[in-house]
């Protein structure tokens, strides 16, 4: 199976050598579940692909919000247009999945309950085929988000939710998954975002947001499902 990444950002300079680019943390993620993945990476912020030639493409998180004025997000999302018109699956994690809500008909916007960092867990409130195989009734990932998505599209079923984040997954008939939380993170990788943005989560969200980080989380069961739905020829 070939996937393509769009990726929609860079890690910071400083932390690319402990951690590795967006790139590297979704092929590990990935190819630990499937070491014989061919993945494609397009940095999305330089130009978008110029042909739709995977079987599916994965959207990555971004610092970056869906509803900034940035010259490389409407060819973005003209080309997630076309691959779905031309069958192809789309996964959105993060900016992915708030992409994927703010212009298919939703909407997303600055959280009023503010920051969503570290390890936050949502219900698994709809099951589906391709979570046959790895079966959770709640789901644990890394977080760090201070958008949401506050309205699906038309036609969206909502498969992850907690109280604090009503919207955290979604799928769109057979050709859209998304999630809210970072299965590609690590924890250590989400401690230095925390200590980075320390003065602007503020000292009761980063505190409690470091004291999650030795919760288990759950990326290898979100990774199976991503690939048991970009595989599956019915996801319903």
Request: hydrophobic share 40%; proline share 6%.
């Given at each position: 199976?070939?996937?393509?990444?769009?990726?929609?950002?860079?890690?910071?300079?400083?932390?690319?050598?402990?951690?590795?680019?967006?790139?590297?943390m979704?092929?590990?993620?990935?190819?630990?579940?499937?070491?014989?993945?061919?993945?494609?990476?397009?940095?999305?912020?330089?130009?978008?692909?110029?042909?739709?030639d995977?079987d599916?493409?994965?959207?990555?998180?971004?610092?970056d919000?869906?509803?900034?004025?940035l010259?490389?997000?409407?060819?973005?999302?003209?080309?997630?247009?076309?691959?779905l018109?031309?069958?192809?699956?789309?996964?959105g994690?993060?900016f992915?999945?708030?992409?994927?809500?703010?212009?298919?008909?939703?909407?997303?916007?600055?959280?009023?309950?503010?920051?969503?960092?570290?390890?936050?867990?949502?219900?698994?409130?709809?099951?589906?085929?391709?979570?046959?195989?790895?079966?959770?009734?709640?789901?644990?990932?890394l977080?760090?988000?201070?958008?949401?998505v506050?309205?699906?599209?038309?036609g969206?079923?909502v498969?992850?939710?907690?109280?604090?984040?009503?919207?955290?997954?979604?799928?769109?008939?057979?050709?859209?998954?998304?999630?809210q939380?970072?299965?590609?993170?690590?924890?250590?990788?989400?401690?230095?975002?925390?200590?980075?943005?320390?003065?602007?989560?503020?000292?009761?969200?980063?505190?409690?947001?470091?004291?999650?980080l030795?919760?288990?989380?759950?990326s290898?069961?979100?990774?199976?499902?991503?690939?048991?739905?970009?595989?599956?020829?019915?996801?319903?």
């Amino acid at each position: 199976m070939r996937i393509g990444i769009l990726q929609t950002d860079h890690v910071r300079p400083q932390f690319v050598t402990r951690h590795g680019d967006y790139e590297d943390m979704f092929a590990s993620l990935l190819l630990s579940e499937a070491p014989d993945l061919d993945l494609v990476i397009y940095d999305v912020q330089k130009s978008v692909p110029e042909t739709i030639d995977c079987d599916g493409y994965l959207i990555t998180g971004s610092k970056d919000s869906v509803y900034d004025d940035l010259p490389w997000i409407m060819p973005l999302v003209d080309f997630v247009k076309a691959s779905l018109a031309a069958g192809k699956k789309v996964i959105g994690v993060c900016f992915g999945h708030q992409l994927m809500a703010h212009f298919f008909g939703g909407r997303v916007a600055a959280a009023n309950k503010g920051w969503g960092v570290g390890v936050h867990t949502s219900d698994v409130c709809r099951r589906y085929p391709w979570m046959a195989d790895r079966p959770l009734q709640q789901l644990s990932l890394l977080s760090s988000h201070k958008d949401q998505v506050m309205e699906l599209p038309d036609g969206a079923q909502v498969y992850l939710a907690s109280d604090f984040c009503p919207l955290a997954g979604f799928i769109q008939g057979v050709q859209v998954l998304t999630v809210q939380g970072h299965p590609e993170f690590s924890a250590p990788y989400a401690a230095d975002l925390m200590d980075l943005r320390a003065e602007i989560l503020g000292e009761p969200v980063y505190q409690a947001g470091k004291k999650s980080l030795s919760k288990p989380t759950q990326s290898a069961v979100m990774a199976r499902w991503m690939l048991n739905f970009m595989a599956a020829h019915e996801c319903e």
